[in-house]
């Protein structure tokens, strides 16, 4: 299989990544076949997926602008993915030019684009971690990302927990953030496979049970 550009070397492109069949499901350039064969062996018993993945895009876009037009000028978008049309970014500077952005993810297919995407950008940074270690993203955010903990963050979530190793190690639970800070997550609740990053879901109950 040829390797493209966009792929670092580091990338198993015989195997498929959660980042880059998500990008598929959405239309997006950032996939290979590996990825798109799975996509489609999940579309046959999931064939409503896509439009699914859509709608959850949808709901991350009326969120930031929602919690923008609220006046919060500081998102950490966790699981980020690789950019497409409709970035956290975009959509809180629409209301609030001024909106500082951290976006966290470990696929390097997600962090090489995001950061070609923002390179040139002080407002927004493209954090290479593992969500599920808090302390380290909340440093780094403030460090790198400027993000001031002492006033609001808006922490995003939105289907990234397929990595979680057990229901109760959610990353919307961040103490260190705010008080007034705004939370949004969602979760698959159907299983899909296995990729290289391990899809793991929950069931609805799972998540109202954990409270958020
Ligand atoms: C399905 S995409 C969702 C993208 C975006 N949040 C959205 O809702 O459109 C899930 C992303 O979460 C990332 N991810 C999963 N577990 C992660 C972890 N433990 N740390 C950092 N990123 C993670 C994956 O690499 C992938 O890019």
Known sequence: MDRPPWAPDEVD??????????????GGSHNVESDRTFGQ??????????AVLRENRGFLRRVVRRVAA????????????????GNVHEMARAATPGARV????????????????????P????LAADFLDPDRVLA????????DLDRPVAVLAL??????????????SWPGTSGGSPRAA??????????ASPTRSRDSAATRGSGR
Request: charged letters at 20%.
């Open 13 to 26: 492109i015989a195997a498929p990544g959660v980042a880059r069949v998500y990008d598929y499901y959405l």
């Open 140 to 147: 780094e955010a403030v460090a790198r990302g400027g993000l």
């Open 186 to 195: 969602t979760w698959p609740s159907a299983t899909v496979g296995r990729t």
């Open 70 to 85: 609220a006046g919060v000028d500081q998102f950490l978008d966790l699981g980020s993915g690789i950019p497409t049309v």
């Open 102 to 121: 951290v976006y966290v993810d470990h696929d390097p297919v997600a962090i090489t684009h995001s950061r070609e995407l923002l390179a040139g950008d």
């Open 41 to 50: 062996r999940v579309l046959d018993p999931y064939p409503a997926l896509p």
């Open 123 to 126: 407002r927004t940074y493209m």
């Open 159 to 172: 289907s990234c927990c397929t990595s979680c190793r057990t229901p109760d190690v959610p990353p919307t």
